[in-house]
């Protein structure tokens, strides 16, 4: 003999969607805060950025203030080096260095005047504005093919900041 049963279930189920849609109203709650924050935080981040090239477009500005050299060599010529594998800092003394190589040879330094001179600038020239001068010393390792040399003179016009650096690459830099 078998014995069939049936039932019937009648749930109210209204209050457990209530409690899913205030979890859902939750969920949607949060994740209008996190993009908010998201919003703020990008917002940050950009005015921080902003700030940063505000600084460094004015550090750059004193840099050409001090070496009397155009900024728009100052510019080009560190970001040539941060190509290169330097950084700003090399690029930025080096061009002091110059400054202080070119008045030694200005006053007369026969090592600086030689230096100046195998990279094609007479002492004739070196009265010129230390922009120009500046450009024909980074244009004139172009001219220059033993490594050993280049370095030499790197060194005594440039400094050692930019001995990791190749400055035959910077014939058209500008």
Known sequence: MSVTSTAT????ATQAIQSLQKVQKQVD???STFTKLRNIVGGLALGS???NMLQAADAM????ES???ALTSVLS????VRQNGGDTNDAVSAMQKFVLSLQEARDGSIEAQQA???LGISTQELGQDQTILFNKAIQGFGNITKATEQAKIKQELFGKSLRSTNLTGY???E
């Open 9 to 12: 279930l009648n749930v109210n």
């Open 171 to 173: 014939r058209d830099w």
């Open 116 to 118: 100046f001179n195998a």
């Open 61 to 64: 500005d004193d840099v050409a």
């Open 29 to 31: 709650t949060l994740g």
């Open 77 to 80: 010529f560190s970001e040539a």
């Open 49 to 51: 950025f902003v700030t």
């Open 67 to 69: 070496t009397g050299l």
